[in-house]
């Protein structure tokens, strides 16, 4: 949990030290902007150079004031194009059938759109009195293009049980049989935008999940089967890394 909490105050004084002002904008006279680098400003002429990339002459008398602006926020939150995303998480809380505390790991593709919504598909590894294999559908919305963006976020899937089945044809011919089961996973955090294509995420969630085991057992002409049901809400505390 220490290593956890170290980490997060590293990676929110990340984005303050990784800043660089290499594009400006111009914002012209009658309100419009225009956003690059400028490669020359002389003769009255401002020489822009665009993302796309080209150069175009603004005339001097067009401009009314030149401002300059985050080259990792611009890019990033501007352009869309497909991501990935590693997450740790630590799953919090107390029951019967486990300890209070849980570690879970994902890992997650898709694609982002320019209107800050991101839809993807992930899997991972994570102990739920069993070892688990989470697959699941996750949206993110970012409804601001800043640095430091908000999001929520929500991911649904089923869960496979890594447990292989228990046989003991010695003793009432018993057998074990362990499930997953649904998983929901929801919440909010900040996305920080550290690199050009990096970005460090920092969200609290809720987390449901359901697993359960059947017991089967046979003595000599009767048989019977008992099934097992646990639901566990967890307090989801998620630090990931996005890739784009």
Do not use: C
Not at 31 to 53: E, F, H, M, Q, T
Not at 76 to 103: A, I, P, T, V, W
Not at 146 to 165: E, Q, R
């Amino acid at each position: 949990m220490r290593i956890i909490v170290s980490v997060i105050f590293i990676a929110l004084a990340l984005p303050a030290l990784s800043q660089k002002g290499a594009e400006q904008t111009l914002v012209l006279s009658n309100g419009s902007r225009l956003s690059g680098i400028i490669v020359n400003d002389s003769s009255g002429n401002y020489l822009l150079k665009l993302s796309a990339p080209q150069v175009i002459s603004v005339p001097g008398y067009w401009v009314s004031s030149v401002e300059r602006m985050s080259k990792t926020q611009y890019r990033y939150s501007q352009r869309s194009g497909y991501y990935l995303r590693f997450g740790l998480s630590m799953l919090l809380g107390k029951s019967d059938e486990s300890g209070s505390n849980m570690l879970s790991i994902s890992l997650s593709n898709g694609y982002k759109f320019r209107n800050g919504l991101m839809i993807g598909i992930g899997t991972g590894i994570e102990e739920m009195t069993m070892p688990l294999l989470p697959v699941y559908s996750e949206f993110h919305y970012h409804p601001f293009n800043s640095h430091v963006s908000p999001f929520i976020f929500l991911k649904t899937g089923y869960a496979f049980s890594l447990t292989g089945d228990e046989e003991n044809d010695y003793w009432y011919d018993y057998s074990r049989e362990s499930k997953g089961g649904f998983l929901l996973n929801a919440g909010a955090g900040i996305l920080l935008q550290t690199w050009d294509k990096v970005g460090i995420n920092i969200a609290l969630g809720y987390r449901f999940q359901q697993v359960s085991v059947t017991e089967n057992s046979s003595w000599s002409r009767s048989s019977y089967a008992t099934e097992y049901v646990t639901r566990f809400n967890r307090l989801e505390l998620q630090l990931g890394f996005v890739f784009r």
